[in-house]
């Protein structure tokens, strides 16, 4: 039988450094005037989940060739070029994966990160994103390391259906119990991720509000998005966020919550009761581009300034060729300024070239969600 073969991104070049140095000022901004603010490091290609919208078994299955060890960056490496985009301007940073719980010692890492600080003196925000299959024996380590908080993906509380959409025959209760487990280390506020998938689990939306409703978690539903070329996306599976409030509502009446920073990517509501509050994340039906501050960093070192970019940048060359932090700090500083990714607000429009069948697209489990 014939393999799939899926091509992540067209990522061979070295990033530009010529020119006049450009020292950290914490000022950086791309064509659209958007600060650099958010990193998001991948620090594993592997993930012990096959969730049918990330890495989908017929894809990702037992042949499938991960990356190897030495391709990985190392801890050391990964704490050098957080510190350059640290002073370039980033406040916090995100570890995801595929399932970063998977890196060996990944506490290590957290310890170095945590030890940042921006330039005027503040700790960054550390976090973390995990399916939360061993968080609850992790939990504990990750906060004495000095992680912040953490996000938890959580599609389902039907145990069959979810472990239907995880694929890999996990329990709701390993992940409850994983959810617990962060609150009592202090990993708060603690967030949880549905991703919505008409037809597969919509059914969950109100189930899952009504069992976090005044648990002191964030509920947040994501709209099913068109990352990469593996997960065989439709629009018709799309369920808009703007039903998923109205459903809710129907049972517990909300209200809309201000946003806490402009670079937010959920909308807010509240419990008119108080019982907390949901976020909807509207990937497809609400672009949120005009106000991105994120940059992302595969497994591998390349850096991408879009979650539905199709080429990156290598940082890993650069690093390993014994380039200065001045020489990447002005290659970082080219790469942003030069920035006009808008994928989302662009979709569907004259403005976005017919998209190619065989181009390269890069996968949400290459860099994180």
Not at 135 to 162: E, I, Q
Not at 244 to 252: G, L, M, S, T, Y
């Amino acid at each position: 039988m014939s393999r799939r073969i899926i091509p992540v991104a067209d990522v061979s070049a070295i990033p530009d450094f010529s020119g006049v140095a450009t020292p950290p000022s914490g000022l950086l901004t791309d064509t659209l005037h958007r600060p650099l603010r958010d990193l998001r490091i991948s620090v594993t290609d592997r993930c012990n989940f096959r969730c049918v919208y990330c890495m989908p078994r017929e894809v990702f299955d037992k042949d499938y060739q991960f990356l190897p060890h030495a391709a990985l960056l190392s801890f050391e490496e990964i704490e050098r070029i957080a510190r350059i985009f640290v002073a370039h301007g980033v406040e916090k940073i995100r570890l995801t994966g595929g399932e970063p719980l998977l890196r060996k010692n990944i506490e290590f890492l957290i310890e170095r990160l945590a030890r940042l600080a921006t330039p005027e003196g503040r700790p960054l925000d550390i976090t973390l994103t995990t399916n939360g299959s061993i968080l609850a024996r992790k939990a504990r380590s990750l906060a004495d390391a000095g992680l912040s908080r953490v996000t938890v993906s959580l599609d389902a509380l039907d145990d069959a259906l979810f472990r239907q959409m995880n694929d890999a025959d996990f329990a709701v209760a390993d992940v409850l119990e994983g959810i617990e487990a962060a609150h009592a280390a202090g990993l708060a506020p603690l967030k949880v991720n549905m991703v919505v998938k008409r037809g597969t689990n919509d059914q969950e939306i109100v189930p899952m509000a009504r069992h976090f409703k005044g648990s002191g978690t964030v509920l947040r539903f994501i709209e099913y998005m068109d990352v990469g070329a593996s997960n065989g996306w439709n629009m018709t599976e799309v369920l808009p966020s703007a039903e998923v409030v109205a459903r809710i509502a129907e049972d517990f009446p909300l209200r809309p919550l201000e946003a806490h920073s402009a670079a937010e990517t959920a909308q807010r509501w509240g419990y008119v009761d108080g019982g907390g509050e949901i976020g909807v994340i509207s990937s497809v039906t609400r672009a949120f581009c005009g106000s991105c501050t994120r940059a992302r960093l595969s497994t591998e070192g390349k850096l991408y300034l879009c979650l539905f970019a199709n080429h990156g940048h290598d940082l890993r060359g650069l690093v390993r060729s014994g380039a200065s932090d001045d020489t990447i700090a002005t290659a970082i500083a080219r790469i942003w300024e030069r920035r006009t990714d808008r994928y989302s607000q662009l979709r569907g429009s004259n403005a976005l070239p017919v998209p190619d069948p065989d181009a390269p697209r890069v996968e949400m489990s290459y860099i994180g969600g």
